[in-house]
């Protein structure tokens, strides 16, 4: 039964760590685009974002994705295994979160009550 949970975990991890980087390895050029007109200064976590590369975003997707899949096949403990998937679905989520963050707070540079 452990064994079961562990693998779902771990597609679900999986997914929500794809789903992650998809949305910001695809919306980070609209990001681009939109501020790229400012002039201003962006937000600390706006510009991390922006600065931060694709192709690390991806690699660092597929590593973590390779990584569940060998955890899956080389560790026998189940519960270390459904702990590791609990925190890598944590780590995409908060990933997904920052992203969503940095959008908002560049965003609100754009809105009337800021000035503009």
């Excluded at 562990?6 to 990001?31: F, K």
């Excluded at 706006?46 to 560790?75: D, H, N, Q, R, S």
Aim: glycine share 6%.
């Amino acid at each position: 039964m452990r064994r079961a949970v562990s693998w779902a975990l771990c597609v679900v991890a999986e997914v929500a760590l794809l789903g992650t980087v998809l949305t910001i390895t695809t919306r980070r050029p609209v990001m681009q685009r939109m501020f790229a007109d400012l002039g201003g200064k962006l937000p600390a976590l706006t510009e991390f974002m922006l600065a931060v590369p694709p192709w690390a975003v991806v690699t660092l997707g597929v590593v973590l994705v390779a990584f569940l899949l060998a955890k899956e096949l080389l560790i026998g403990h189940q519960g270390v295994t459904i702990a590791i998937n609990a925190v890598v679905f944590l780590l995409a989520m908060a990933a997904y979160v920052l992203f969503t963050e940095a959008m908002v707070a560049g965003l609100d540079l754009l809105s009337p009550a800021a000035g503009h």
